[in-house]
């Protein structure tokens, strides 16, 4: 009995102590979020420094190919016989990238003299947006400055990040509207102000106008959003307010590539016009016995020349919206003759997608300690992210359920660990939830409170 009464009066003073500490921590929030994104401008400018932006960087040559065409005076083109065989000079006009991110760099290329330099910088720059946002995003859910300065610290030493300033791309400007999108949301669902939802509705548009993906992630919340309400015991108007000034803010991002698609290629694309390339190349390995790998660009290559030379019918004049739905029809056949195979390789992208488990081997290499890394990596923030749910699940189903959307998105077509980049924020926030909870109860485990 004394020497309990002695253990709670030692872990009250070490309890203090400890609340002092975070206390003092808290208070400083500001002051270390400095010194974060510091730190991120730093280890970027290093990063860039020794692997600057190339033309032939990741996918660089698609994304800043059609913005400096744009800039030359050649509209929004590129000519990519890899994905549309049939395509020249004269017939160039694209929608395999989307065009938020190609029309804020054609303005980047145009103001620097097309300098690839300046790019990385701005890619930088997008990397270090979505470490303030996360920050902001995460306290708006936890109230906790703490919490929020986990978040922001996950996605400063997240490798995975770094290499995202190495291209031009559209990760980053879907990454940071993914971010600013939630951030939103959570405010407007707690101050129901016009302003905010317009916020929230913008933020989500400029993620799915820089990678189609992300539409899931919108679409998911429109439709939580009215199932929020509707538990609320909202009805007519107010009811469908807040999806409607969303949606509306997305059709608006969304109507002007409707039109220009329509114009040019006779139909409208919503997103990129590669959808339907990917459904093919990525289920053609379901026609062979080794189905569970992902398909690399050699084999998706000759995948492309067999389906032309099989097609009697093709013109070898159609553009990218008649070859989407060629290639869409060609995937869905094949998915319906092989649905058992479908659903196990769906199941098996899972670890591409999160893991990047054997995608290396597609391009030629095998998996080093790099890949085994960043699956240790991954798994941990996973699991954190999983105990940050913990008891959070009905505040937070806006991150969870968009990330289970976007996943099984992808699942279905193609998955790589990067595509995974524009909702790494998301994973963070939630493991940084974790990162407390496992903190509180370690204290209370050494403390006693679990067995007192």
Not at 114 to 134: C, H, M, N, R, T
Not at 150 to 160: F, H, K
Not at 310 to 327: F, G, K, P, S
Not at 344 to 363: I, K, Q, T
Request: proline share 3%; glycine share 6%.
């Amino acid at each position: 009995f004394i020497a309990k009464i002695i253990l709670v009066q030692y872990n009250q003073r070490m309890e203090s102590k400890n609340q002092n500490w975070f206390d003092r921590l808290e208070n400083s929030a500001p002051l270390i979020l400095t010194w974060l994104i510091l730190l991120m401008f730093l280890v970027g400018s290093l990063v860039l420094k020794a692997h600057p932006i190339q033309l032939d960087s990741g996918e660089t040559k698609t994304w800043w190919g059609i913005a400096t065409n744009l800039t030359r005076g050649y509209g929004y083109s590129l000519c990519n016989q890899y994905y549309f065989p049939f395509c020249d000079a004269a017939h160039s006009a694209t929608a395999m990238r989307e065009p938020a991110p190609v029309l804020f760099f054609a303005g980047v290329a145009a103001l620097t003299h097309e300098s690839l330099f300046v790019a990385g910088i701005v890619q930088l720059f997008f990397l270090v947006g979505i470490l303030i946002a996360l920050f902001f995003l995460t306290l708006e859910w936890t109230k906790s400055p703490l919490a929020a300065l986990i978040a922001a610290l996950l996605w400063a030493i997240y490798p995975r990040a770094y290499t995202l300033i190495t291209q031009v791309s559209g990760d980053l400007m879907a990454g940071l509207g993914v971010t600013l999108g939630m951030l939103f949301i959570f405010r407007a669902r707690r101050t129901d102000h016009f302003r905010d939802w317009i916020l929230a509705g913008a933020g989500l548009a400029l993620a799915f106008m820089s990678r189609s993906a992300m539409l899931m992630a919108a679409l998911t919340i429109l439709a939580g959003l009215i199932l929020e309400r509707w538990k609320l015991k909202s009805r007519g108007i107010d009811l469908l307010r807040p999806s409607l000034i969303v949606g509306a803010m997305l059709a608006l991002f969304l109507t002007p590539w409707l039109i220009r698609t329509d114009l040019v290629f006779g139909r409208p694309l919503i997103g990129s016009s590669l959808v339907g390339y990917n459904i093919f190349r990525h289920n053609y390995a379901l026609t062979t016995d080794n189905y569970f790998h992902n398909v690399g660009n050699v084999e998706g290559w000759q995948a492309i020349q067999d389906l032309v030379a099989r097609r009697a019918d093709l013109t070898h004049t159609e553009n990218e919206a008649q070859m989407d739905l060629v290639y869409r029809a060609e995937g869905l056949k094949i998915i319906a003759a092989h649905p058992v195979r479908y659903v196990l390789l769906s199941g098996y992208r899972f670890f591409m997608l999160w893991f990047d488990w054997r995608v290396s081997e597609a391009f030629g290499y095998p998996m080093g300690f790099n890949e085994y890394a960043m699956i240790v990596v991954q798994v941990v923030l996973l699991a954190l992210a999983f105990i940050g749910l913990w008891k959070n699940l009905k505040i937070t189903w806006v991150l969870w359920a968009s990330l289970v959307m976007v996943t099984l998105a992808y699942m279905a077509v193609d998955s790589r660990m990067h595509y995974t980049s524009p909702i790494m924020p998301l994973v963070m926030s939630l493991s940084a939830a974790g990162v407390m909870r496992v903190g509180k109860l370690k204290r209370d485990c050494i403390s006693g409170n679990i067995f007192i």
